[in-house]
């Protein structure tokens, strides 16, 4: 019963290098979202999905892309890594009531 | 917009003391969720309410549906070590797919 799981779960990246995070959910659960944690500024929506095949903007798209080209699994892409993307992401899922949440991929910019 | 407002951003309190958090709107929501964050994790789902006026316990936590709709409460009572973490509520965005808004979450530390 794995639930939500993010990989990796910390990362260095070069600035304008690129990298995707994977996010997997064995919940059959129809819509996923990606969020990002910065001290002081809550979690903020990147981009979501209300099902496969699908994704839509959040608050903070900018600098990043991505698919859901199967229902258990969304990922997110940083095409040209900026140090401004330093930052804490969760992956979550849900079925329409509350999200069930990875446990984080730090991810660093230098 | 409908933000939700969670102040103070941290707060320190003795073990063994009840410590209360409020989130508040501009705009009312039909659903009021606390998440809890432990350091190191993804939040967790602590406590949902559906009704305005609704009081829930989980343990030593109760929190409550305000009944102008426009805000909700979490109190913990007797804290201990672990109950250290940061503390977010959170409701569904009208129209929005079950998408949620988030508070900026309240940050409790509690001394032994």
């Known amino acids: 019963n794995a639930g939500v799981t993010q990989t990796p779960k910390f990362r260095v990246l070069k600035t304008g290098q690129s990298m995707t995070l994977l996010c997997a959910q064995d919940?059959?659960?129809?819509?996923m979202y990606w969020y990002r944690q910065d001290p002081g500024m809550g979690l903020r929506l990147i981009h979501y999905?209300?099902?496969?095949?699908?994704?839509a903007k959040g608050e903070v798209p900018d600098g990043y892309n991505v698919s859901r080209l199967k229902k258990q699994n969304f990922l997110l892409g940083l095409e040209s890594a900026a140090p401004s993307q330093t930052s804490v992401y969760f992956c979550?899922?849900?079925?329409?009531?509350?999200?069930?949440f990875g446990s984080g991929t730090r991810l660093t910019v230098v | 917009g409908q933000q939700l407002n969670q102040s103070p951003q941290s707060m320190f309190i003795q073990e063994g003391e009840d410590v209360s958090m409020n989130c508040t709107s501009s705009?009312?929501?039909?659903?009021w969720l606390w998440y809890k964050q432990d350091p190191g994790e993804g939040p967790v789902l602590l406590i949902a309410?559906?009704?305005?006026?609704e009081l829930t316990s989980n343990g030593r936590l109760t929190a409550q549906f305000g009944i102008t709709r426009k805000d909700s409460f979490l109190n913990i009572s007797a804290s201990i070590p672990s109950d250290v973490g940061i503390y977010f509520c959170?409701?569904?965005?009208?129209?929005?797919?079950?998408?949620?808004?988030f508070g900026k979450g309240i940050t409790l530390s509690v001394r032994p």
């Open positions: 979550a899922s849900s079925d329409g009531y509350g999200y069930t």
């Open positions: 919940m059959n659960h129809e819509y």
């Open positions: 999905s209300v099902g496969e095949g699908t994704t």
């Open positions: 705009s009312i929501f039909n659903t």
């Open positions: 309410l559906y009704k305005a006026g």
């Open positions: 959170a409701g569904p965005l009208t129209g929005a797919n079950s998408k949620l808004t």
